[in-house]
């Protein structure tokens, strides 16, 4: 599902990486993204949904998203007034294959210019080595959708039964208001802990950090740490940390090193995962798996930035999608390709002789190529000659 975009562009590399490490596959393109929302009314279609459903596993370039007034005024006109809203097409895979378990690795590969770096006590620059995964709930929170703009009726009742509301916003005119839930479940809430402290006990991390706010928001960061409290007995090698996610944010600079596994809700592991992946050489780094019980979605965590897509060399770095694609050959216990394809990876970046863009620190530009920045398949082409060097 290369989507549109930069997704097309760093889904090509990513397949030729697989292709050149040995991965024998059928690939079948689902339609997803803009061109379907402006031309159908739906960035997800449904017949993207039922190959899914019979084929379990895909990997996810990336998608143009805009607020609900400037989507509605791109529908092609035969579809304008029709009661067409749009909604986020990986949003909408998450919730209908309940791909409640998001994991976002965010590890330093060295050599790379764009690394974090402090300076230590005696003024020394320090880089330290940084290896953490956020265990982020994908289906719940935040992001569930269940919202209201100017709550009427039965809504606005239940609102106003809560002392806090009747205190402080019943006095507010209704169409003044918007109203976000932020739900958690005991299970799914269970499943992403769990989760979370399966991977750091069999990985070999000392600590889950819990990174939530349970001292303000009550019912439901209370509830997860909580759950994390008692879960936490089963796994006696592994530390329970609790942090709130901003204090987190502060302390992402200070002492990143620390952390092992994190885990929270859909918002706040949201934050914390592009906060830590700003460490590694930000989005150009950072992938991520969607996993749920029937199905899993593998996708870089950038955006389609469709202006460098239209550039007659593209310039992105595709290494986040190439790693989500490393996941997604973990998933499906193909472990010794994965391993081959990271390391490639380590061997381009120390050795330092390729690197796009942004790792040149860079403004993104055609230009950039006269300037002395690789282009995404230049990146590409050193990744698979450094996979295929022993064969």
Not at 81 to 104: A, E
Not at 174 to 180: G, H, L, T
Not at 200 to 214: D, M, Q
Not at 316 to 343: F, G, Q, T, W, Y
Request: charged share 25%; glycine share 10%; proline share 5%.
């Amino acid at each position: 599902m290369p989507g549109d975009g930069i997704g097309r562009v760093v889904m090509k590399e990513a397949i030729r990486v697989l292709e050149a490490a040995g991965f024998d596959a059928d690939y079948t393109e689902g339609d997803i993204g803009w061109d379907f929302w402006c031309k159908e009314g739906n960035a997800l279609p449904g017949r993207t949904i039922k190959l899914l459903e019979q084929h379990k596993v895909g990997l996810f370039g990336a998608i143009t998203s805009k607020p609900k007034q400037e989507a509605a005024a791109e529908l092609n006109p035969e579809l304008k007034g029709k009661g067409y809203v749009y909604s986020s097409p990986i949003v909408g895979l998450r919730q209908h294959f309940n791909l409640d378990t998001c994991i976002r690795p965010c590890h330093t590969y060295k050599g790379n210019p764009l690394n974090f770096i402090r300076r230590g006590a005696e003024g020394q620059i320090e880089e330290p080595a940084i290896d953490v995964v956020i265990f982020r709930q994908n289906t719940e929170g935040l992001y569930c959708g269940v919202e209201w703009s100017h709550p009427d009726g039965i809504v606005y009742e239940a609102l106003n039964s809560h002392p806090n509301f009747k205190k402080n916003f019943s006095h507010i005119p209704r169409e003044e208001i918007a109203v976000s839930t932020r739900i958690f479940t005991r299970k799914a809430t269970e499943r992403i802990l769990r989760a979370a402290f399966e991977h750091a006990s069999i990985n070999g991390y000392r600590s889950v950090t819990l990174c939530e706010k349970p001292n303000v928001i009550r019912e439901t960061s209370g509830m997860m740490y909580k759950m994390a409290k008692d879960l936490q007995p089963e796994y006696p090698g592994v530390e329970l940390w609790n942090t709130n996610i901003d204090a987190q944010m502060m302390w992402l600079t200070k002492n990143p090193e620390d952390y092992g596994v994190i885990v929270a809700g859909n918002m706040f592991g949201d934050i914390v995962s592009d906060g830590f992946a700003g460490l590694i050489g930000g989005l150009g780094f950072a992938c991520s798996a969607n996993i749920g019980e029937k199905a899993a979605v593998f996708e870089p965590t950038h955006g389609s930035a469709p202006k460098y897509a239209r550039y007659d060399i593209p310039i992105v770095n595709p290494i986040a999608m190439i790693e989500s694609a490393c996941m997604m050959l973990d998933h499906l216990n193909e472990k010794v390709l994965s391993a081959k394809i990271r390391a490639a990876i380590a061997m381009v970046i120390q050795e330092g002789k390729v690197r796009t863009y942004d790792m040149m620190k860079l403004k993104g530009g055609p230009d950039v190529i006269t300037q002395g920045a690789a282009s995404t398949k230049e990146m590409g082409d050193a990744i698979i000659k450094k996979v295929t060097r022993d064969g």
